[in-house]
């Protein structure tokens, strides 16, 4: 069952904020976020569990609402080198497998 | 600490022929899970090895196999090949449970001709 992304894709300038959100139709047991620059791997950003637990990576940071079974990624006062792919990543209460989302493209302009 | 190693770098095939892509995980992980992603697409689930099991498999048809080996590090067999299987096939390394990070390697270009 993958999950949601949206927006699809976000075009930004220097400084703006931007939110990307995941959503699933099951019950989540963690949501993973990952970031792959054009030309490169996915890099691992954070990994939420059930609870609702806030995380925070440099100016980016994320929530896990586990009664909507939705994840938002936030990234504060965007820097260029945050331009790439975000992926979520989800894993099912009831489910082993990992899933990842389509993919979210955010390009930062100068 | 030396990361996730995938080998070939790159790898050209014919339609029919066989592929074999290796996998190194980093050490200590336990865990090797591996990714499809055609041109400008998205990661799709293909397999997942723990302790030399397969846990999972992603809705690939079974010409797509591997393995882990004992030292953890893993291949991925694809037979029959065909056009449509021409991607960046990633694999990545996780320390075994569902809650830990993945770690990928920069993945091999498979071309079929």
């Known amino acids: 069952q993958q999950p949601v992304q949206s927006p699809q894709a976000v075009i930004l300038r220097e400084g703006e904020d931007a939110v990307i959100n995941c959503s699933s139709s099951?019950?989540?047991?963690?949501v993973h976020w990952y970031r792959q620059k054009h030309g490169e791997a996915p890099v691992f950003l954070m990994i939420?569990?059930?609870?609702?637990e806030q995380k925070g990576h440099e100016k980016i940071s994320a929530s896990f609402n586990e009664k909507k079974q939705q994840s938002s990624l936030y990234l504060t006062a965007s820097q260029l080198s945050y331009s790439g792919t975000y992926f979520c990543?989800?894993?099912?209460?009831?489910?082993?497998?990992?899933?990842f989302g389509p993919g979210t493209r955010l390009s930062v302009l100068p | 600490e030396a990361g996730v190693t995938q080998s070939p770098t790159h790898l050209i095939k014919t339609r029919g022929q066989q592929a074999t892509l290796r996998c190194s995980p980093i050490?200590?992980?336990?865990?090797v899970y591996w990714y499809q992603q055609a041109l400008g697409l998205g990661l799709q689930f293909l397999l997942w090895?723990?302790?030399?099991?397969?846990?999972n498999r992603g809705n690939f048809p079974p010409r797509f196999s591997g393995r882990q080996f004992p030292n953890y590090s893993s291949e991925l067999n694809v037979n029959a090949l065909e056009l449509e299987d021409s991607a960046l096939y990633l694999c990545?390394?996780?320390?075994?449970?569902?809650?830990?990070?993945?770690?990928f390697g920069d993945g091999t270009r498979l071309s079929i001709l």
């Open positions: 990545a390394s996780s320390l075994g449970d569902r809650d830990k990070p993945q770690h």
């Open positions: 099951k019950a989540l047991y963690s």
């Open positions: 939420l569990l059930k609870g609702g």
């Open positions: 990543g989800t894993v099912l209460f009831y489910g082993q497998n990992f899933v």
């Open positions: 050490s200590g992980h336990t865990s």
């Open positions: 090895y723990d302790e030399g099991e397969e846990r």
